[in-house]
């Protein structure tokens, strides 16, 4: 089992603040990619950024610029550093990680979607 906790969304003016954490905990071996999506309300969920094993970083266009993704991985945590936050950004954030785990059988891939957490920008 694989769990993902994510905190630290809240409502912010236009123009502030918030910083995103993702802890990963389970029977993990490694992880891979670690990302941040998004769901506004009426819309799809959308890539934000994403964070490979070598520590590159994408970033969608929407945002970059403002946001910045990082990975702690001696922590198994993953972050989004949100500035210049504008009311286009209010949405749910979701963290999703893949990676290795152990399982009964051995090893295997898995992926996993953190709960979600608000993001509301007030104009």
């Known amino acids: 089992q694989v769990q993902l906790v994510e905190s630290g969304g809240g409502l912010v003016q236009a123009g502030g603040s918030l910083r995103l954490s993702c802890a990963v905990s389970?029977?993990?071996?490694?992880?891979?990619?670690m990302g941040w999506y998004r769901q506004a309300e009426g819309k799809q969920r959308e890539l934000v950024a994403s964070t490979g094993t070598s520590d590159t970083t994408d970033v969608a266009d929407s945002v970059k610029g403002r946001f910045t993704a990082s990975r702690d991985n001696a922590k198994n945590t993953m972050y989004l550093q949100m500035n210049s936050l504008e009311p286009e950004d209010t949405a749910v954030y979701y963290c999703?990680?893949?990676?290795?785990?152990?399982?009964?059988?051995?090893?295997?891939?898995?992926?996993?979607w953190g709960q979600g957490t608000q993001v509301t920008v007030s104009s």
């Open positions: 389970g029977n993990i071996v490694s992880l891979k990619t």
């Open positions: 999703h990680v893949t990676g290795l785990a152990t399982m009964r059988s051995g090893y295997a891939d898995f992926g996993a």
